[in-house]
């Protein structure tokens, strides 16, 4: 009787030792299965934000060209039918509100590009040192801020490049100052035509 109680509790013991690394076996493959599953997860979480993350950039890129393109459209109208420095000015101003991910709207005509005269309007807002009509407005604290758009040097990429060009141009990502805080910056332009010539340039800030 001991001699068949020892065998069958060796036989259970054998049972429960297979069990056990089945068991093992069995979670070692749950175990394997969900580190992959979660990986694949991780995977196609980050490419859907990814291809969300660019779809929402190349939205707001293509806002900002429109725009661009109505500040210029606009301006060489205002200018072509006489209305003053102050008018245009006023109405690059309109334009910063028109998209939540717009920082800025400027413009910069060539020097003598908006009815000439421009010494007469040296350092005034919205001009650069030499009178040349320059208007940036920008959002701060929530409230457009009239600057000029050009350096002390009188000369800027984003501007120059369109106006040489005579064509749209994006610049590279650039920082600016907003209060305290950095913000990361696209320049949009588009040049401005009167007659056929290019007689300026005018453009958005997106924030990205």
């Known amino acids: 009787m001991k001699k068949g109680l020892g065998i069958r509790l060796k036989t259970l ?6 069990q056990l690394i089945i068991l093992g076996g069995l979670v070692a493959v749950v175990a394997i ?4 599953a979660i990986a694949s997860l991780s995977y196609y979480s980050t490419e859907y934000l990814s291809k969300s993350y660019a779809a929402e950039i190349e939205r707001r890129l293509d806002t900002a060209q429109t725009v661009a393109s109505s500040v210029s459209a606009t ?7 006489g209305l003053s420095r102050a008018d245009s000015i006023d109405l690059v101003s309109r334009f910063v509100s028109v998209s939540d991910s717009l920082f800025a709207a400027w413009a910069v005509f ?14 005034y807002p919205g001009h650069d040192p030499d009178g040349r009509l320059s208007p940036y407005w ?4 929530g409230e457009p801020a009239l600057s000029s758009a050009l350096d002390s040097s009188g000369e800027s990429t984003f ?6 060009f005579g064509a ?3 610049s590279e990502p650039h920082i600016r100052m907003q209060g305290q805080k950095q913000v990361t910056l696209i320049s949009a332009s588009v040049p401005i035509i009167s007659g056929g010539s290019v007689i300026g340039a005018a453009g958005v800030d997106l924030n990205i």
């Open 13 to 18: 013991l054998v049972l429960g030792a297979i």
């Open 33 to 36: 299965r969900s580190r992959d």
């Open 75 to 81: 301006l060489s109208g205002l200018r072509d039918a």
């Open 110 to 123: 060539e020097p003598g590009g908006y009815g000439g005269d421009d010494a007469s309007y040296a350092s």
């Open 138 to 141: 920008s959002l701060e604290d």
């Open 159 to 164: 501007y120059a490049e369109p106006a040489r």
């Open 168 to 170: 749209t141009r994006f």
